[in-house]
């Protein structure tokens, strides 16, 4: 399925941010880059794309941005910009001949709207609008720049900005047949050039339906305040069903505030987490330098890198540039940290004097640590079955596992920390083979 991109327009009331609408920032990413990688994660792959104003500076960031990320790009031209936004629609004629996805430039959106409403059955003569029926409690909308839409019995009755009467907000998401062309050159006839009067046309004729995104959210990114609104959803998003305790209340809120800096600069995901583990292994190294004062600094830089460690996901998943290989390594890197730290730890707890006991506790928080990420996979899968992909569940994990290194290293209480671990991580690993072991 083919996704037309309507990116022609100036943007007077956002101007101060970019001299291009299309291109200004958005936590790592343009506007336009946003919303063609987030159509790209549902699953199209061609793409194309009105510009009008400013034009020529935005489709040169465009041919860069299309062969870096290895996207299919077809530029369209409206010389018509300045009217309004089904002129940019009607350009697409003759261009595409089958059913297709159109978006704007500037509507940011989750995923999962576009992943449902492609696989939604659209007859020839027929558009599908995704529309929004949180009027009353959807925060990122602005009620009065918003189009309206009266919708009954999923028919799309009518649709404007002025409507007095709606219960649902236009998304700027539509699943469209090539009628809608049609559609707008007899909106035209009226001396209406916008795309919701073709809308109307088609409205009149009980062929455009509503779609319901339920809980999904999206924003149109129209001034600044808007754009502020739009980076706070984004960001709330990093949060993780797998997030254990320390992760979501302290470790996520200071490596987001990281992330928001490393956005500015070409550091790679992939970069990160080899820092993470360069940070584990300082700590590990004044760990076996067997005196409190190392002990005490070797913790806050372990601390540091379980932080950090978090940025790499983030940054990934701010900059679409997750890959099975990156947190494969990720992973991989993480338990060559584990076991640099705990067996520094160990090292530490029998410097002074031999200690079997340290060295037997030292083992058991090690092997418990390994079974705990080894068991984590096959217990996530789990549980998003279980009760469902993005809802938070218990998981005792590598955030609390590093949070307890560092106390014990603040405390100087290494052997009860390498106690702790041990007790905690082989508790953790009995506890979900029990889960697992119930559902059979």
Not at 53 to 73: A, C, M, P, T
Not at 137 to 152: I, K, M, P, W, Y
Not at 179 to 188: H, M, Q, T, Y
Not at 372 to 379: C, G, Q
Request: with cysteine; glycine share 8%; aromatic share 10%.
């Amino acid at each position: 399925m083919k996704c037309l991109i309507i990116a022609a327009g100036q943007g007077r009331r956002i101007s101060s941010k970019g001299s291009s609408k299309p291109l200004i920032p958005l936590l790592g990413l343009s506007l336009i880059e946003r919303v063609i990688l987030t159509a790209k994660k549902s699953g199209l792959t061609e793409f194309y794309v009105v510009t009008g104003y400013n034009g020529d500076k935005v489709r040169e960031y465009l041919k860069k941005f299309s062969q870096s990320r290895n996207i299919s790009i077809v530029h369209i031209t409206n010389e018509e910009w300045e009217k309004e936004n089904g002129l940019s629609v009607l350009k697409a004629k003759g261009l595409i001949n089958k059913n297709f996805i159109r978006l704007m430039g500037d509507h940011i959106f989750e995923e999962s709207i576009l992943k449902k409403l492609k696989n939604e059955k659209v007859n020839n003569d027929e558009v599908i609008l995704a529309v929004d029926y949180k009027i009353k409690t959807n925060r990122l909308a602005d009620d009065n720049e918003s189009t309206r839409v009266l919708v009954e019995d999923n028919k799309i009755l009518d649709i404007g900005k002025d409507l007095e009467k709606y219960n649902a907000y236009d998304t700027g998401i539509f699943l469209c047949s090539p009628a809608i062309f049609d559609a707008i050159e007899e909106s035209l006839k009226n001396d209406d050039s916008t795309l919701s009067g073709g809308i109307k046309v088609l409205a009149s004729q009980g062929k455009a339906r509503a779609y319901d995104i339920k809980d999904s959210w999206w924003i149109d990114v129209d001034d600044e305040e808007a754009l502020k609104r739009a980076e706070n959803k984004i960001l709330a998003t990093l949060k993780k069903p797998t997030d254990g305790p320390i992760s979501r209340y302290l470790n996520r809120p200071l490596s987001v505030r990281i992330t928001k800096y490393l956005l500015k600069t070409e550091v790679t995901p992939n970069q990160i987490s080899l820092f993470s583990l360069i940070l584990a292994m300082i700590a590990s190294l004044f760990f076996f330098l067997g005196s409190y004062v190392y002990l005490f600094i070797g913790a806050i830089i372990a601390q540091v890198s379980s932080v950090i460690d978090g940025c790499d996901g983030e940054i990934a998943r701010l900059k679409c540039q997750e890959s099975e290989f990156g947190g494969w390594l990720d992973a991989v890197l993480d338990r060559y940290a584990d076991a640099f730290l705990l067996f520094g730890l160990t090292y530490y707890a029998s410097f002074f004097k031999p200690n079997f006991f340290a060295f037997l506790i030292g083992f058991l928080a090690i092997i418990g640590t390994f079974m705990n990420s080894y068991t984590a996979d096959k217990y996530d899968g789990f549980m998003r079955k279980k009760i469902g992909a993005g809802k938070h569940y218990f998981r005792m994990g590598r955030d609390v596992r590093m949070f307890i290194i560092f106390l014990g290293g603040l405390t100087n209480q290494v052997l009860l920390t390498l106690t702790i671990i041990a007790l905690l991580m082989n508790g953790e690993n009995i506890r979900r083979i029990l889960v697992l072991s119930k559902d059979g």
